[in-house]
């Protein structure tokens, strides 16, 4: 487990990924956190404040200053972020300034942090640099790779924490990191067990920390072996559990619904930061390129092409409108390490329009990925034209592979039944097709561009061929609270038997519907603001985005 | 084989003689076999045994199919010299080819029958005679009788005489007796058309159908006896006999047809139905042959009206020899066909085409359209271009090699889309023996630049396929790629086994199955019971297809696409307007 650790450490590649998770682990070693400077910059040296006990048991203070991977002769002493001048600068401008009033006339400990190890090169600099300047007053300690693994696995992660059976869980999900599903299948258990176990109050904040430490160090190791898909999905599931884990807290606030709370943002950035390695550094760039990212999918099988496009377009979708939400609604700063909005949602037009089997999804829970993205384009108030473009050429290849009857989506999402869709054999296409909740959804979508014609053929398709089909959406219910982030048990309102036709009917009945029950409302994610969760419930879990979140919009309430 | 006549008699007396012939005689060539067969003469002649009679006894009924056969050979041998009432040889003759069933030689012993009737007259003349009188047995054997007597004059006065079964014997004995001059064909002509004037039901007309070619083959045509007329009355009924015999006689007798011959046959043969499949395949064979001659145009024609019959359903496959005929025969003809066909956007005719040239050559035919048979147009090149690629699409190099045969007359407003449809979706689909191929293309050809900007583009679409790399985010699970592999080889192991089902050769050896090695050896005896080991090399078989990248990326579209090039028409602008 250690060396587990001690390698996720040495692999951090930015500096702030290791204050990602230090002032957690200075948490939960009893600390207490006096200041965590802004991301991306020291005050005066210092990347983190804490006062906390030595080994002598006298309440100190400790002023970190962290370095990413060894400390090398450059990272010692050249240029401006070099450690040894932010020593000078804590010892000459932040302890005489700013350390807390309260706190003044405590010893001090300088902490010199990095992910690695000391250059021998510079072994005896670093001594002869910490033995000139201690006094009884202020002494130095060196929190080396090795020291924090340890402080972590034999913390936060040790064993009376994290017993073994969830160790074996979690060294698993990272061991097969290049084996997304195994690897997410033990993360998923890891999880769910340390939520379990944080249902008690007084561990509820601990877990929360341990899913994220464990959801940090799974990415570091994912990212070392180029495939992040588990470390992205581990990162979604976690911000679940970690919603389920604080939503009991919300009404009556108090210092672990705080902690909680922040565990959640990290984890949301966190998330940005997985988002921006795989959509950012491996999907967009090649956004551009004809068939390239259909090619790229390595498989001699249309079914995979399919899938995972239409997974990355859902993954960069709810990227987008975790960015939105974050800058929009909260006037956070997200961490842009992705395109702005605009941009995104054009580069994922450029993905559509040169990886054209994202114009029709080959099952019908994909129309989730659809709605996301729709979701994003309405944000982004950009690109009407290509959407419209997109949703009419959608509609036509629905219309003809469903009239001859050849790859039409399908309601089954098991990999064996995709693989031999469609059979032949009698009842099959009925079978196949007895429910849709695109159809209705890209109805919609076009009733509300203008694109009447479209649908009405839509409607003569579905009278021609679909009529057992039931059309469907979906929205949340009373149950839903309990059931929905962790998917623990069927929840919900099917919205059935919509309309297929040209006009504002088809809105206005499923809005009529959605107002029958007010469960979706009364999530506690859409009545505390934090609705990016439900939509990442339902793009994890795979259930439909429930209409109530397009239907606000002018777009679908400005017709007559 | 030695055998004497007392060893025959012999066998006679002890129910025998029948299994002799099966066995022993079967054994013999026809020099060994001539001094039994005399001396079985001999002795029925001579009274000692009665053949015929063997034909009626229970030994005879129990023979089986295998012994039945090797008799009747004896017995063709047999009867031309034997003595026996005329009755009695009739009823042989009818016993024997009533056993043989709808065997091809089971008619054999009729030819057996009429040398009988020639080497002694009065046979035939009996037979006339009763015939005549009414006898059925005799009118059964009427045209053998006639043909016997060779004598034209007979045969003719029998069928103007009569109708019915008698008139039929007589027309089928003209058709087997010899004219020996254009005079005497003429004549029979022209009492074929006194008959035909009176008498318009099937059988007669297809007698008549069955003889004209015969009486003209080696003599004239159907011009030179003044025959068209004759041929057109016989033929306007479009009866299934009697178009049978119309391609029977343009099966056998291909000489005799002239352009207007040709004009009147093909135009009762429009009206042949797929269900007659002898009829079908000889009509086919036949065709194959007359493509060959001048009339290769004509012969086009006729397949492609019964091709474009949506009542009968005529597909390509039922003039497969026709078709490797048009193919390898004419090749000017075979371009203009190809043109015509694909360019008339009639779907069962670029099917045809299409399945024609798949069948011929998997791995693609290429097409080098001489510039005198392509339209001129731009809007008709495009069309015919997108009809290419709608229609050998699995067949790539076949779809290029006409699209670079267009380009090279290509005007300059349809330069550019025609560059484009080779780049997508031909070489954005295929590469191997397509890349093969345009890259044969020569310098000094007129298509060359065209094709080197296609060339260019696929290579810039390749480089940008490459460009992202390994992005192991995309890859499917080992999981599912295990999977679909499973799936993968139940299908070839599926169509495999249908394959082995439908193979000939597969049933007629022995299979042995080799689970290790890489040869194998075992032991083969001879005839006299000596061994050798016999040593086989394993070899392997393979085949492989190229299938269209984007079968995979984008299968809905590029099945769009093709379809709506094999269905789209031309829009006739006065409708438009």
Redesign the interface.
Known sequence: MKLIIREYLASLRERDELDAILPDLLSEMGFTIISKPARGTKQHGVDIAAVGYNEAGEKCVYLFSVKKGDLTRQDWNVGNQALRPSLDEIQDVYIPSSIPVEYVGLKIIICLCFGGYVKETIRADVSGYQKKRTTDDLSFEEWNGDKIAGLISEGILREEMLPKDLRSHFQKSVALVDEPDISYKHFSSLVTQLRQIGGEESKRVRSARQIYICVWILFVWARDAENVDSAYRACELAILNVWELVKPLIENGGSDNEEITKVLFQLVQLYQVIGAELIGKRILPYSNKRHSLSVATHSHSRIDVNLKLFDMLGRLAMMGLIHHWLNEHLEINSPTHIQGLTSLVGSAFDIIENNPALYLPCHDAQATSIALFLLLCLASGAHQERCEKWLVQTSARLNYSVLTQVDYPTISIEYEDLLIHPRRDEGYFKEATAGSTLIPLLACWLNALGHFDVVASMEKMVGEKLDHTTMQLWTADASSEVHMYVNSDEHGLGLCDLPIKPGTTLAAVISELCGTDKGFESLSANKTGFWPIILMACRHWELPVPPNFWLEFSLFTNKD | MAISREQIIQLYKSNKLLRAFSIRFERLNSTEMAGPITLCIEAHNSGDINLLSLLESPEFDEISSRDFFAIQQVYIKLIPDLNAPVDDMMHCVDVLVAKAGDDLAGNLPFTAFTTWCANDLQRAYHIVAEAVDGNNLATDHLSFALEALDDVTEARRIMLAFNGNRRLAAITALGRISHNDLTTVKETIEQFTSVVSDDQDEPTLSALMGVLPKILDGIGTFEDAGATELLYAVTRSHADGVLHWVAAGLFSHSAVFTKQALKIAFDALRKLKRSNKGTVDYLDTALSQLMHGNACSEVTELVKDLLLNSDQGFKISDFDSFGGALVSTNQAHFHKTLVAWLGSGNQQLCKAISELLQSIEDGGVIIDIPAEFLPEEPALQFFLARKAIGFFFISPVTAASILVSILRVAHKDSRSDLEDLLFDPMQ?NYGGDLSTYLKSIAQDDLAFDSVQRSIERREA?IN??D???????????????D??RR??NDEVRRSFKDAQKKSVFLNLVKRSVLLHGRKSVSMVYGPGGESRPMEIQMQSHGVSAEFP?L???????I??KI?SFRVEQLIDEADHS
């Open positions: 954005i679409y940008g396929l460009q992202a790399g390994v992005i192991k985010e995309l890859h499917p699970s080992q999981m599912q790629r999977r679909a799936k993968s990248r079968s995979v990326i984008d299968p809905i579209g099945n769009y379809r």
